[in-house]
């Protein structure tokens, strides 16, 4: 077993974490304040490669395998979390889905532009009443002449409001469960798709969540993802790399909160020392380091399985679980060590702790997870 990351993904990591540091912690603050998609990072971004990270050079992109493609998301989750949350829907959700389903055609007309950052990605499979019980959906599509009819609704699009592609799932036919769901791209200037920003959201303050409507929008027939009735697979499979997207962000925040945590620790002087000498503080920067360090490897497992081309939906659900929990619990001791400062936004750690609770819940609960898992354990089926 090698433990070492290679000179290239060294370089990388570097390159990433430079970039953060430079463009993102700075200025990430006002952002998440005025609740505003920073658009001006993701500029700065698309000359760099990160928002096409795994695609293929010949798309535009940089053509990183997963593991290295992890390194990068969770350097972007060190910076922040609202921005690693767009890139890794754009990237794991979004540009992989077209790369492995799409036909050639749709991959040179999207690819390069979602790789540029010129336009980006979201992925809609929850609904008003559907989220868990992602087969439940009650968006349809109707055969229409050469194309499709949509008609429903959608919400909690991670970039809803600004993407320039969105893949939308629908049922095709219902009496088939979940062989009659279709997936579909949509631009959103299709007549009959509106699109409206949720507000008030805990955090993720400067990433995008969009409600969709779906109002006898017509989809022309080249926009079918996949095959007719293999929506739900593919869904499923780009979950698993969103998952994966998702822990990979997690232990990047997590770092964070220790970097910060330590950082107070060592200034910060009551009783004349620094609180770091004090052993309760220790013990919560321990935990912090020891859960982490535990997380990242069982993201870079999954990842290494991914480019073995292994099966890796429980690894990918162990690490998602596993990494936001621990994100969650980073940001809890990273609060309580900053005391009444990590309290407020004047230190980051009050936004780490509002960015975090969405990990445990987004792109499968903790509890969805768990039930993924157990399947694989026990051999028996929550879900049946
Ligand atoms: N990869 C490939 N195929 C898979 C798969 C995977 N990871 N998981 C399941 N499938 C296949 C199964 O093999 C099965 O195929 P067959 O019928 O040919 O055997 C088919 O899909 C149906 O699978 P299940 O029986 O497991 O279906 P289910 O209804 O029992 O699913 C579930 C259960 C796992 C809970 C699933 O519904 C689930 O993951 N729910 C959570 C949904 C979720 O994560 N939602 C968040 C979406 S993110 C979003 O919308 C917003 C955003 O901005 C990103």
Redesign the pocket.
């Given at each position: 077993m090698d433990f070492d990351l290679s000179e290239e993904q060294v370089m990388i990591r570097r390159m990433v974490r430079d970039f953060g540091e430079r463009e993102i912690v700075p200025v990430i603050r006002e952002y998440d304040r005025a609740a505003r998609f920073p658009w001006e990072i993701i500029a700065k971004m698309g000359p760099l490669g990160l928002m096409g990270a795994p695609v293929p050079e010949a798309y535009g992109g940089m053509g990183l395998d997963y593991l290295t493609y992890a390194i990068v998301v969770e350097e972007l989750g060190w910076a922040d979390t609202s921005l690693r949350t767009t890139v890794s829907?754009h990237s794991s959700?979004g540009e992989l889905s077209i790369l492995r389903y799409g036909t050639e055609e749709q991959r040179q007309k999207y690819l390069p532009r979602l790789a540029s950052g010129e336009i980006i990605a979201?992925?809609?499979?929850?609904e008003p009443n559907v989220?868990?019980?992602?087969?439940g959906m009650q968006t349809i599509a109707e055969p229409d002449g050469d194309g499709w009819i949509l008609n429903g609704s959608?919400m909690?699009?991670?970039?809803?409001g600004i993407c320039g592609l969105a893949i939308v799932f629908a049922q095709t036919n219902r009496s088939l469960?979940?062989?009659g769901i279709t997936a579909f791209i949509v631009e959103p200037d299709t007549p009959g798709f509106r699109r409206e920003e949720m507000h008030g959201k805990l955090g993720l303050r400067s990433s995008s969540?969009a409600e969709f409507v779906f109002d006898d929008c017509h989809i022309p027939g080249e926009n079918l993802l996949g095959k007719v009735g293999d929506g739900?697979?593919i869904?499923?499979?780009s979950?698993?790399n969103?998952?994966l997207g998702i822990a990979a962000g997690c232990v990047g925040l997590a770092q964070a909160c220790i970097d910060a945590s330590v950082k107070y620790a060592r200034e910060r002087k009551q009783f004349d020392r620094p609180i770091g000498s004090f052993q309760l503080i220790q013990d919560m920067i321990v935990q912090m380091v020891m859960e982490t360090e535990a997380a990242r490897f069982l993201v870079y497992r999954a990842a290494h399985l991914k480019d073995k081309g292994a099966r890796n939906?429980r690894e990918?659900s162990i690490a998602k679980l596993y990494a936001s929990e621990v994100a969650k619990r980073a940001a809890d001791r990273a609060i309580q060590i900053h005391g009444s400062y990590g309290y407020s936004d004047e230190y980051p750690v009050e936004r780490f702790y509002r960015d975090a609770r969405a990990d445990t819940i987004?792109?499968?609960?903790s509890e969805?997870q768990k039930?993924?898992i157990g399947?694989h354990t026990l051999g028996l089926?929550a879900?049946?």
């Open positions: 829907v959700l979201s992925f809609s499979l929850t989220g868990s019980d992602a087969s959608k909690w699009v991670t970039s809803g469960g979940t062989k969540t739900f697979k869904a499923m499979a979950l698993d969103g998952r939906t990918c987004y792109e499968g609960s969805i039930l993924i399947r089926d879900f049946v």
